[in-house]
């Protein structure tokens, strides 16, 4: 629905009902195409906030530093969530130099020696869990065998959580990626997530090992952050590096499984399979609503439309990454499209800080399925699957296949 307003443009209802498979959101799809910078009030958090759609001016937005993450905090802004998405004090809620600060401290995590190290780890567990879901033979729930458990164990290496604390984690990342949480609930989990790394960190910086908790604790200790900004932004790595891998994977092999033709070819030469993932990125519409707001600190065009200063933005990705002055015939799976880089990492400043992992995590599962599993298919029709309702990122409920 659309109602008018007193004063200026026309303020959009965006009500954020889930989707299925990757139908792209109707609204910002339209406003895409209709009005590019639009106002829009959502389902939580008052007064409305402008929502950018398109590439061009959503790369501006993200590169621009007068639009702020720490304003965000503390405010009851328009959110598709009831609670605020991103711990406050992390790494997604800093602007410079602090957000400078954060990111080198975790920089080093992403290395070619640590990407060497989580790689051949990814390839061993991958290869183990394929091994145990064809032992137990067809069908098989892939997100419960092979995507979810392989997600969950490279955050586990990557960050230096002990297998054995895994399940709570995935309890957390539940309770806290849920539309439905409330606030309080969700604060209370971030509460014990919190409490959970600290810690672990405590503990890390007695005895060190070679993880991202170890060093973030090396950094507190030397005085290059405080506790709660290290807390904040392993809870962070945390939750996204569970359940956006689990999600765009397994949404990855069900495009993949409905697309035989296109799949068969990439079987055919695996060379292909990296720019094949950078199409499947662009094409998965990865997130029902938007995400962490920005706040302009100053007046700012943005596609002949003044953005005020104070004025809360979001952006979406999903609506850019199927722009089509971008990409030509963009709703169309092309694996072997060669045009401009897609923003499903998002961009500028707060670009995703695990793409290099997300990307080599995306690739070793299914370059591991197209080889072991060469007649991999849905184990029901695929209007039949179901799909997450209620929650932060889309994806699969389950994905039943055999083989
Ligand atoms: C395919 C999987 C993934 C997708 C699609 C994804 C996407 C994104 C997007 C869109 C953003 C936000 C950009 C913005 O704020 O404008 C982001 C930020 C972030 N992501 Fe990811 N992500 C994925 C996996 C991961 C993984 C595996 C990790 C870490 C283990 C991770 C850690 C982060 C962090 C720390 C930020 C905040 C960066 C900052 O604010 O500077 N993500 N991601």
Redesign the pocket.
């Given at each position: 629905m659309t109602a008018p307003e007193h004063h200026g443009p026309v303020v959009h209802d965006w009500a954020v009902v889930p989707l299925p498979a990757t139908d792209p959101d109707p609204l910002p799809r339209r406003l895409l195409r209709e009005e590019p910078v639009a106002r829009v009030r959502l389902p939580y958090g008052e007064g409305h906030a402008w929502l950018v759609t398109r590439y061009e001016d959503i790369r501006q937005i993200?590169s621009d530093p007068r639009m702020s993450r720490a304003l965000t905090a503390g405010r009851p802004l328009p959110s598709s969530t009831p609670h605020t998405l991103a711990p406050a004090g992390g790494?997604?809620r800093a602007d410079p130099p602090d957000?400078t600060r954060l990111?080198k401290l975790i920089a080093p995590t992403f290395t070619r020696r640590r990407m060497r190290a989580l790689r051949a780890h990814t390839e061993e567990r991958t290869a183990d869990l394929a091994a145990r879901t064809q032992d137990a033979g067809p069908p098989a729930d892939l997100t419960e065998t092979f995507i979810g458990p392989l997600s969950a164990s490279v955050?586990a290496e990557?960050l230096g959580v002990p297998a054995a604390d895994l399940d709570r984690v995935h309890a957390w990342r539940e309770a806290v990626l849920r539309h439905d949480t409330t606030e309080a609930d969700a604060e209370s989990v971030k509460g014990e997530i919190a409490a959970y790394v600290a810690g672990l960190a405590r503990h890390r910086a007695e005895h060190p090992a070679d993880d991202l908790i170890s060093e973030l604790a090396a950094a507190r200790a030397a005085g290059g952050l405080s506790t709660p900004e290290l807390v904040s932004?392993a809870v962070?790595?945390t939750l996204?590096?569970l359940d956006?891998?689990r999600n765009?994977v397994a949404t990855m092999v069900y495009v993949l499984l409905v697309h035989p033709d296109q799949t068969a070819k990439l079987r055919a030469e695996p060379a292909r399979l990296p720019p094949a993932v950078e199409e499947l990125?662009r094409y998965i519409p990865?997130r029902n609503g938007v995400?962490?707001p920005r706040i302009a600190t100053a007046d700012i065009d943005v596609g002949g439309v003044t953005v005020r200063a104070g004025d809360v933005v979001h952006?979406f990705?999903p609506a850019a990454n199927r722009d089509p002055a971008v990409f030509t015939d963009p709703d169309r799976l092309d694996l072997e499209r060669d045009e401009a880089p897609h923003l499903?990492?998002?961009h500028g400043?707060?670009?995703?800080?695990?793409?290099a992992?997300?990307r080599m995590e995306?690739e070793v599962m299914l370059s591991t399925l197209l080889t072991r599993f060469p007649a991999l298919a849905l184990a029901v029709a695929p209007e039949r699957l179901a799909w997450r309702r209620g929650t932060v990122n889309r994806g699969p409920v389950a994905l039943p296949v055999t083989w």
């Open positions: 993200t790494v997604g957000h990111r955050v990557l932004t962070m790595l996204n590096g956006a891998v765009i990125l990865q995400g962490m952006v990705y499903a990492f998002g400043l707060h670009y995703c800080a695990g793409a992992l997300a995306a």
